[in-house]
C-alpha cells in the first residue's frame, strides 16, 4: 500500500472512528518524539538465553533443548500460518500485522519455559496481534493443566480487525485464554483490579514511553513476589531503562535478533 493510499484509508477510518484516528495520531507523534531521545544501550548488559536462565534460576524444570522439541510444533505451525499469507498484500485486512518482525526464536522459548518453570496461574499480556508469544505461554499453560492468559489487545488501523487478533492460536490452545478487546489504557486497570495479583505481566502493545511507563507503573504494584515484568522492544525508548531505575531493580537483557532487546525484571 503506497502512502496516498494509506493515508485515503486513515482518513476515512478515522471519520467513522474520530477516538480512534486521534489515538493513531498521537501514538505516531510520540513515535516520533521518542526517537529524539537518547536511547540507553543495552549491548553490554545483554545475555544469551541460556545465561539469562541460569541467572534467574538455580534449577529448571525444564532444559533449552528439551523446549525446543517441545514447540517445534508451534513454530511448524507459525511458519506454515505465515506461508498462506506470504503472497497477501501488507497492510490488508488478510495481513493487518507485519510478519518479517515474527517473534524471536529465543523471546518465545524464554516465555515457555518461564511458564513451565514458575507455573503462573495468572498472566497478562498486552498487544496480541497474530498471537505468536501467546501460543509459546498457552502451551506451558495447557502442559502445566493450570494457569489463565488474559489478553489485551484492539483495533488500531482501517485494516485491522477483531476477527485476525490471535488468529494463529489453535483451539485446543484457547481453554487456557482469555481475550480481553480494548486497549490497554482502557482495560488494563480494570482487570488488574478484578485479578486482585498476577504471576507475570508482558508487554507488547504500544511502544510508546508513555504507554510503557503506564503500563509498568500500572501493573507493577500486582505483581505477586518472584513474579516477573517484561518488556518486548524495550529499544524503542527509555520507558524500561527508566523505570528499572525507578524501582531501583536490575534486569535481565535477553539479547534478540538484529539488535532487539528483551527485558524482566524478577521481583524478588
Aim: proline share 3%.
Amino acid at each position: 500500500m503506497n502512502k496516498l493510499a494509506y493515508l485515503a484509508k486513515f482518513l476515512v477510518y478515522s471519520m467513522s472512528n474520530p477516538k480512534k484516528g486521534r489515538e493513531v495520531i498521537n501514538s505516531k507523534l510520540q513515535n516520533m518524539e521518542d526517537s529524539l531521545t537518547n536511547l540507553y544501550d543495552y549491548g553490554s548488559t545483554k545475555s544469551s538465553l541460556e545465561d539469562t536462565m541460569n541467572k534467574l534460576f538455580d534449577t529448571q524444570s525444564i532444559s533449552i533443548s528439551e523446549a525446543k522439541n517441545n514447540t517445534e510444533h508451534i513454530r511448524d505451525h507459525i511458519s506454515n500460518f505465515f506461508d498462506k499469507l506470504k503472497h497477501e498484500n501488507y497492510p490488508s485486512k488478510k495481513k493487518p500485522y507485519p510478519t518479517e518482525y515474527s517473534l524471536d526464536d529465543n523471546s518465545g522459548l524464554f516465555l515457555y519455559i518461564l511458564c513451565k518453570t514458575i507455573k503462573p496461574e495468572k498472566i497478562i499480556e498486552t498487544g496480541v496481534a497474530y498471537g505468536l508469544s501467546s501460543m509459546y505461554i498457552l502451551q506451558a499453560l495447557k502442559e502445566n493443566n493450570k494457569g489463565i492468559l488474559y489478553s489485551i489487545d484492539s483495533i488500531f488501523s482501517p485494516w485491522q480487525s477483531k476477527e485476525m487478533i490471535g488468529r494463529v492460536i489453535p483451539d485446543e490452545l484457547k481453554i487456557r485464554w482469555e481475550f480481553v478487546f480494548g486497549s490497554s489504557s482502557e482495560k488494563l486497570k480494570n482487570i488488574l483490579s478484578q485479578l486482585n495479583e498476577i504471576d507475570i505481566f508482558f508487554h507488547d502493545s504500544l511502544h510508546t514511553y508513555k504507554n510503557m511507563m503506564f503500563e509498568f507503573e500500572t501493573a507493577w504494584p500486582f505483581i505477586t513476589k518472584n513474579g516477573f515484568l517484561i518488556s518486548d522492544d524495550i529499544r524503542d525508548n527509555n520507558a524500561f531503562y527508566d523505570f528499572t531505575k525507578k524501582i531501583n531493580k536490575n534486569p535481565f537483557i535477553l539479547a534478540q535478533k538484529e539488535n532487539s532487546f528483551f527485558g524482566l525484571i524478577n521481583k524478588n
